[in-house]
């Protein structure tokens, strides 16, 4: 199976800062790597699919990037409301395996 | 509006057989691959399975195959995940995903 590391695994910003949040792949999956984010008592929601594209709706704060095996989530200017679990999903290979989750707080 | 609505939850004795359902309004049901995703209390989220279409072909986690048979029917527009043997493990909440829409989840609790 492949394995998705994310890190941190818990992390802790300002609001305004700029946040990276990282998932590195075991093996190649191309870009078919999607972010979720994941509040308590809510489904996840889609951030990111195809590992650079903004899913309906999330706000262009958000954005993905890739290099090589390494998939980021960036948010240019944190607010409060994001807030959540990050996971990180592939979906190149069955059985579409997700990370284990970067908790994000504000300071 | 895009809905999907999963029922059949609750608790159920370790070994026992369970049934969930999830309802889908507001796209094309049977056009789009469906999928289960779990999350135990305190874990992340776990890829329980997925289905094609037109039912014709499921994939499943490693883990998950034998015990959960994911199903559809595209005339209600229902995805089912029949469990079964369950275990204190399978204690969860199970969410019905597909098109990048989940519904609110189902929670599963496994104990006598």
């Known amino acids: 199976d492949i394995q998705l590391t994310q890190s941190p695994s818990s992390m802790s910003a300002s609001l305004g800062d700029r946040v990276s949040l990282t998932c590195q792949s075991s093996q190649g999956i191309g870009n078919y790597l999607s972010w979720y984010q994941h509040k308590p008592g809510k489904p996840p929601k889609p951030m990111i699919y195809?590992?650079?594209n903004l899913a309906d709706g999330v706000p262009s704060r958000f954005s993905g990037s890739r290099s090589g095996s390494d998939y980021s989530l960036t948010i240019s200017s944190l607010e409060s409301e994001d807030t959540a679990i990050y996971y990180c999903l592939q979906y190149d290979e069955y059985p579409l395996t997700f990370g284990s989750g970067t908790k994000l707080e504000i300071k | 509006e895009v809905k999907l609505v999963e029922s059949g939850g609750g608790l159920v004795l370790p070994g026992a057989s369970l049934k969930l359902s999830c309802i889908v309004s507001g796209f094309t049901f049977s056009d789009y691959w469906m999928r289960w995703v779990r999350q135990a209390p305190g874990k992340g989220l776990e890829f329980i399975g997925e289905?094609?279409?037109?039912?014709?072909?499921?994939n499943y986690a490693p883990s998950m195959k034998g015990r959960f048979t994911i199903s559809r029917d595209n005339a209600k527009n229902t995805l089912y995940l029949q469990m079964s043997s369950v275990r204190s493990e399978d204690t969860a909440t199970y969410y019905c995903?597909?098109?990048?829409?989940w519904g609110q989840g189902a929670s599963v609790t496994v104990s006598s």
């Open positions: 289905i094609k279409p037109d039912g014709s072909k499921t």
């Open positions: 195809y590992a650079t």
């Open positions: 995903a597909g098109m990048d829409a």
